[in-house]
């Protein structure tokens, strides 16, 4: 079930990781990786392929008031969206680190979706809770593991930037 279908969470933006499809992990690759980010996260339907391999998962970040639709996604997709997206991300580029992440693009063939949600929730004006409120920092850190396990190159395609 994806997170749009539940009214306690509102879509706030999708970050991208891209990387070569023979380096897909496995789900329980993911789950580790996941796991070692924050122990507080939660994962709700880890879904693997016959062979193992990640293909979706929800990531439960309650402290940050938020949660993770993470996807994998193959094929013509990606190959259309790595036609153009190169020449946005070069024109944002501000260094050589990112401008060689860009070149790197063209070897991908798959792709993890990260959906950010926000969790919708109401605070009372003295509630201490409000203070901590959402939190992007977990959608970061998630982010970060999954390039790294994947040996990707994570892309916020809003900002058109590279990360």
């Known amino acids: 079930m994806s ?6 969470y509102r879509w706030r933006e999708t970050y991208f990781v891209f990387f070569e499809q023979a380096k897909q992990p496995t ?3 993911v789950k580790e990786a996941l796991q070692q980010v924050n ?17 979706s998962v929800t990531v439960m970040a309650p402290d940050a008031y938020a949660a993770i639709d993470i996807g994998l996604v193959t094929g013509e997709e990606v190959v259309e969206q ?29 792709r993890l979706d990260l959906l ?10 003295d509630d201490e809770e409000a203070l901590g409120g ?30």
């Open 3 to 8: 997170l749009f279908d539940n009214n306690l």
């Open 27 to 29: 789900a329980q690759q």
């Open 39 to 55: 122990q507080t996260l939660e994962l709700e339907e880890l879904k693997a392929d016959d062979q193992g391999r990640f293909v």
């Open 82 to 110: 790595l036609e153009t997206l190169p020449a946005e991300l070069k024109e944002g580029a501000i260094d050589d680190a990112e401008r060689a992440k860009v070149r790197n693009l063209s070897g991908c063939d798959a």
């Open 116 to 125: 950010h949600f926000e969790m919708m929730i109401e605070f009372d004006d």
């Open 134 to 163: 959402f939190d992007p920092g977990a959608l970061l850190a998630v982010m970060e593991a999954l390039t790294e396990l994947v040996n990707g190159i994570g892309v916020d395609p809003a900002a058109a930037t590279v990360m």
